[in-house]
C-alpha cells in the first residue's frame, strides 16, 4: 500500500512538472483545440436555455447551468484518466501521466499572459500608445481608446497581478486538491464567471451562482499567493518590504474580496500605483510608472507560481494521497 502511495505521489509531480514545462516551452494551445473554447461555447448554449422570465427559476436554472458545464468537463476528465491508469504497467501509466499533463496544461497559463503583455510593453518602448491599446482588449474589459499611456500600464500590471491567482494558481491549488479534474473544474467556474457573472439586468439572475462560485474558490488561492508574491517580489529584486505594506494597507480597496490582495502586492512590489478609474488605486504614486514594469510584472508572476508549486501544491498532494488515497 505504502509503494502505492508513493508511486501516485510521484505520478501527480511528474504531471505538474510537465504540464509546467508544456506552458513555459509551448505555450498557449491553438484556439481551435483548446478545452476553455470549448467551455465558453458549452455555456453560451446553456446560457440561452437558462433565461427565463420568472426571476427565481431563472436562478435556479443559473445553479443548474453551472452545475452541468463543471461536470460536462471534470466529470469525462476524471473517467478517461481513471481508464488510463487501469491499463497494464508501465503503458497505463506512462499515458496517464503524458494525457494528465497534457489535460492539466490546459486550465492554467503562465506563458499565455506574457503572450499578450509584452507586445503592449514593445508597443509604449517604441511610443506606439496605438499598438499598444489594440492589444489591451485581450487581458481587460476597460476601452482602450480613453486610456493614456499610464493607465494602459497600469491596467497591464493589474491583469498580470489578478492573473497570477485566477489564470495560474488556483488552477494548481483545485489540482493539488482534487486532481486534473478539479483543475479542470476550476477553470469551467473561472469561465462561467467571465461570461455571466455580472451584475446588470441581463446576468443578475443566471449568473449569481456562477460569481458567487469563483469568489468561493478563489478565496485561498488569492490570499496565499499574495504572500507568495511578496516572497517572490525578494527574489526578483524588487521590493518585498513596500509589497507586504501596500498588501495590508490596500487589499480590501477592490469590490472584489479576492483581487485587491495581488494587485497590491504587486503595485507595492514594483512601487507604483495601480488604478482603475473611478474604482480603485493601490500603491503609492511616486510618480514614475513604466513599460519596463510589465516585464518586472511577469517575472514576479512567474516566480510566485513557482513558489506556489513548491510550497502548496507539493504539501497538498502529499496529504491528499495520505488522508484519501486518490
Known amino acids: 500500500m505504502f509503494s502505492f502511495y508513493i508511486s501516485l505521489f510521484i505520478d501527480s509531480i511528474l504531471i505538474f512538472i510537465l504540464a509546467f514545462l508544456i506552458d513555459l516551452v509551448l505555450g498557449e494551445y491553438p484556439d481551435r483545440i483548446h478545452p476553455t473554447i470549448g467551455i465558453g461555447k458549452l455555456i453560451t448554449y446553456l446560457k440561452a436555455k437558462a433565461k427565463n422570465k420568472n ?55 503562465i506563458s499565455g499572459m506574457g503572450q499578450y503583455t509584452k507586445p503592449i510593453a514593445l508597443a509604449l518602448k517604441k511610443r506606439d500608445i496605438d499598438g499598444a491599446r489594440k492589444w489591451l482588449p485581450y487581458i481587460v474589459r476597460r476601452d482602450p481608446t480613453s486610456l493614456n499611456e499610464r493607465q494602459i500600464i497600469s491596467a497591464a500590471v493589474e491583469s498580470i497581478a489578478e492573473s497570477t491567482t485566477d489564470g495560474i494558481t488556483a488552477p494548481f491549488f483545485f489540482y493539488a486538491l482534487l486532481g486534473v479534474p478539479g483543475a479542470f473544474a476550476y477553470r469551467v467556474i473561472n469561465t462561467l464567471d467571465s461570461m455571466v457573472g455580472y451584475k446588470n439586468a441581463e446576468y443578475k439572475n443566471i449568473g449569481w451562482f456562477s460569481a458567487k462560485l469563483d469568489t468561493l474558490t478563489n478565496y485561498i488561492p488569492a490570499r496565499i499567493t499574495a504572500y507568495l508574491m511578496v516572497v517572490a517580489a525578494f527574489f526578483s529584486g524588487a521590493n518585498w518590504r513596500e509589497s507586504w505594506r501596500i498588501l495590508q494597507r490596500d487589499k480590501h480597496k477592490t469590490s472584489s474580496p479576492n483581487a485587491g490582495y495581488t494587485i497590491s502586492a504587486m503595485a507595492g512590489a514594483l512601487g507604483i500605483q495601480l488604478e482603475k478609474t473611478d474604482h480603485y488605486k493601490l500603491g503609492d504614486d511616486k510618480g514614475h510608472i513604466s513599460y519596463e514594469d510589465i516585464g518586472k510584472a511577469l517575472r514576479i508572476m512567474v516566480i510566485t507560481s513557482a513558489l506556489f508549486g513548491i510550497v502548496v501544491v507539493l504539501p497538498i498532494i502529499a496529504l491528499r494521497i495520505y488522508v484519501i488515497g486518490i
Open 55 to 109: 426571476p427565481r427559476i431563472e436562478k435556479t436554472n443559473g445553479v443548474l447551468m453551472a452545475l452541468a458545464a463543471i461536470l460536462a468537463f471534470a466529470l469525462p476528465v476524471f473517467v478517461l484518466l481513471y481508464l488510463l491508469r487501469g491499463l497494464p504497467h508501465p503503458i497505463g501509466e506512462i499515458l496517464y501521466i503524458i494525457v494528465g499533463a497534457i489535460l492539466f496544461k490546459a486550465t492554467f497559463a
